[in-house]
């Protein structure tokens, strides 16, 4: 069970605090929420707290697999094997499932297919979505704000860019 206070992942919204929990009657029912203040956009969702686990909420990660994380961003491989269609339902599905892993992973196909071709409005999306998403997470495993969060992750991409240019 979370705890106000705690430091959260929620897929699709990014990272974020829960401020408090509250009560609310809901259809003649008593429910107990979650106040979570999301990085991404400044906004406030509230999750029924029974709700959590099954909307994929997850603690942020520790700063030991963050750093993991930047290192599949730098050394992992892409597979270009894959057409469009392929990639992009590939991909929804590991940003659905909220594993940071899984993530960085789309930001790495993405970013490394960009460097040799254009890529189309989907993906383009994709990979807007997916870097964002991380650079809350680095926020707040980091305790940065947003631009140095966003260098953070710029400075891994940019390496991993340098080795594979011609």
Do not use: C, W
């Not at 929990?21 to 003649?28: C, D, Q, T, V, Y």
């Not at 429910?31 to 707290?49: A, F």
């Not at 961003?73 to 899984?102: C, F, P, V, W």
Request: proline share 2%; aromatic share 6%; net charge negative.
């Amino acid at each position: 069970m979370f705890q106000v206070g705690d430091k959260i992942f929620y897929p699709m919204h990014g990272a974020g605090i829960i401020e408090a929990m509250e009560e609310k009657e809901f259809l003649g029912e008593k429910h107990v929420y979650y106040v979570l203040n999301m990085l991404l956009k400044e906004l406030n969702i509230m999750v029924p707290v029974e709700k959590m686990s099954a909307l994929g909420i997850r603690q942020v990660v520790k700063a030991d697999i963050l750093e993991h994380v930047l290192a599949v961003l730098r050394d992992g491989e892409t597979d270009l094997t894959i057409n469009a269609a392929q990639r992009y339902k590939m991909n929804t599905e590991k940003m659905k499932s909220g594993d940071i892993h899984d993530g960085a992973e789309v930001i790495r196909d993405l970013y490394l297919i960009s460097k040799g071709k254009v890529l189309g409005t989907g993906d383009k999306i994709m990979l807007d979505n997916a870097q964002q998403l991380l650079i809350s997470e680095i926020e707040l495993v980091k305790g940065l704000d947003f631009e140095a969060a966003s260098d953070v992750l710029k400075q891994v991409l940019y390496k991993e860019a340098a080795k594979v240019a011609p």
